[in-house]
């Protein structure tokens, strides 16, 4: 095997083994590595650099809506996470905690938080007296820890990147308005930025937020073994977090009420969805409106004569590219360029520039995209102009590839047998009529693997029978295995 060529023959093949391709590809892209602390990983600066551009487009989003940035502590203490039993009980598996400060045993442990609505809710007591205080719209950039059993990069590991907002309301209307617009903030956010079609909906019961009302989510299939992954959630948690946290007010008529809250997070296991949404047998194809590098230049020579001119013509390039993308010129002399190709393909770059002899002499470079393969020759002079128009083209044509293998993969069914057949054939969302009741939905968990997604927002106008028991059922739902 050439050395040029074992970036990509050395990956697994992605439809044979698609967790072990995944976890290849995370590691030669140098987008994160091994970590000595169990369950944790090192975000390497690539794949930091991809995360970053992700979250300066949510938090432009975020921020547009009226929300605010702040920061809460990462400790919570025990007596505090402990007001609110559902919400407790449902992380308790998850959460990790300091017991010894320095040389000394803490007097009550500390939990680290695996989300922050118990160290946030008090804060929010303590700032509102009067409907004036109210909305209170803030978010926080920063990480959370869950004991993760089976830790995968980006998509579960011990200790995470996310955003978590947090926002206390009047009304259960302002609640349910706000819980509803971010998640649209989310589902336009991983679509138009990511590439990556959702289904939104709501939680059912048994798979909702602890301590929530109502949780609604966006669902995106992955590619492989076509499994869900839930993208983001939003919760409207009604009063429940203000009656137990004292977050009380004076409305318009003198009278005292229990705040609305709700919450609502993105993490960076979307670095994941782009993973393997996006990927195939070459590694990575990076959406280019988050791509860390949208350009890369690959100066190409032979002879030393030919040198001076090729870097000139290179440097024409990216000085006429770097006010249009962000733009990277590979300039190593201890790679061949067939190396730096398929190193560059790895790393999913969407367009590559090739500058050899033949380009200097007319006028010209030889692109190359990273979704088709698809090569041709642009003049310099046009090379700016076109650009722009030729990334776009990239961020729609991997939308519409990944559109496509969700409406391919999800179908309709009203078997319980062909559900258990699709589900162990890795075969995609199946869609059926369900009843509502949990005994359905856990039977199906339990010798299926599968869960409810959600329960789409898009819904039939006519009634069907629940694909488990066959009662009459008023609701379609998503089933699929996830991450």
Same mark, same amino acid.
């Given at each position: 095997m050439s050395d040029e060529r074992k970036y990509v023959e050395e990956l697994s093949d992605v439809e044979d083994d698609f967790d072990r391709w995944y976890v290849e590809v995370v590691r030669r892209a140098e987008l994160a590595d091994e970590s000595p602390v169990r369950g944790t990983r090192v975000v390497r600066p690539y794949g930091f650099a991809l995360w970053e551009n992700m979250q300066a487009e949510l938090d432009r989003r975020i921020k547009e809506t009226g929300v605010q940035n702040a920061y809460f502590p990462l400790f919570i203490p025990q007596s505090m996470l402990a007001r609110e039993a559902e919400h407790v009980e449902g992380f308790a598996p998850e959460v990790a905690w300091v017991t010894r400060g320095g040389n000394k045993e803490l007097e009550e442990p500390w939990a680290v938080r695996p989300t922050s609505e118990a160290i946030i809710c008090p804060m929010y007591a303590r700032w509102v007296q009067s409907y004036r205080d109210l909305p209170i719209l803030i978010n926080q950039w920063n990480s959370v820890v869950r004991w993760e059993e089976r830790p995968r990069a980006f998509l579960r590991s011990l200790e995470f990147l996310w955003q978590e907002g947090h926002t206390a309301h009047a009304t259960l209307e302002e609640a349910e308005e706000r %819980?509803?617009? *971010?998640?649209?903030?989310?589902?336009?956010?991983?679509?138009?930025e990511l590439a990556v079609p959702v289904i939104p909906g709501r939680k059912?019961?048994?798979?909702?937020? !602890?301590?929530?009302?109502? %949780?609604? %989510?966006?669902?995106? *299939? *992955?590619?492989?073994? =076509?499994?869900?992954? $839930?993208?983001?959630?939003?919760?409207?948690?009604? &009063?429940?977090?203000?009656?137990?946290?004292?977050?009380?007010?004076? &409305?318009?008529?003198?009278?005292?009420?229990? !705040?609305?809250?709700t919450s609502w997070g993105l993490s960076f296991r979307m670095v994941g969805a782009v993973i393997m949404v996006h990927g195939d047998d070459r590694g990575l194809k990076l959406p280019p409106r988050v791509a860390p590098i949208q350009v890369v230049i690959v100066p190409i020579w032979r002879k030393e004569s030919e040198r001076e001119a090729v870097e000139a013509a290179v440097d024409r390039v990216r000085d006429a590219l770097l006010p249009v993308a962000r733009v990277f010129v590979d300039r190593r002399d201890d790679k061949t360029p067939g190396w730096k190709f398929n190193e560059w393909e790895l790393k999913g770059v969407p367009v590559r520039l090739e500058i050899g002899p033949r380009d200097v002499a007319n006028d010209q470079v030889t692109l190359v995209r990273r979704d088709t393969h698809e090569k041709q020759a642009i003049s310099i002079t046009d090379l700016a102009g076109r650009i722009t128009e030729i990334l776009d083209d990239i961020q729609a044509n991997l939308f519409a590839a990944a559109s496509r293998m969700l409406a391919e993969n %999800?179908?309709?069914?009203?078997?319980?047998?062909?559900? =258990?057949? /699709?589900?162990?054939?890795?075969?995609?969302?199946? /869609?059926?009529?369900? @009843?509502?009741?949990?005994? @359905?939905? &856990?039977?199906? =968990?339990?010798?299926? =693997?599968?869960?409810?997604?959600?329960? +789409?927002?898009?819904? +039939?106008?006519? +009634?069907?029978?629940?694909?488990? @028991?066959?009662?009459?059922? $008023? $609701?379609q739902v998503i089933w699929a295995r996830a991450y």
């Open positions: %819980t509803r617009l *971010m998640l649209e903030v989310y589902r336009d956010f991983v679509e138009t059912t019961e048994s798979e909702k937020f !602890a301590g929530a009302l109502r %949780t609604y %989510t966006i669902e995106a *299939m *992955m590619g492989g073994k =076509k499994w869900a992954l $839930q993208s983001g959630t939003s919760h409207n948690l009604g &009063d429940h977090f203000g009656r137990v946290f004292g977050i009380e007010f004076l &409305d318009r008529n003198g009278e005292r009420r229990y !705040a609305f809250n %999800t179908v309709e069914i009203d078997s319980y047998d062909v559900l =258990k057949e /699709r589900v162990a054939a890795n075969a995609g969302f199946s /869609r059926a009529y369900w @009843c509502g009741s949990e005994e @359905c939905e &856990d039977r199906v =968990k339990a010798e299926t =693997k599968a869960t409810i997604r959600c329960i +789409p927002f898009d819904q +039939p106008e006519a +009634p069907g029978r629940c694909l488990v @028991c066959g009662e009459a059922a $008023q $609701q």
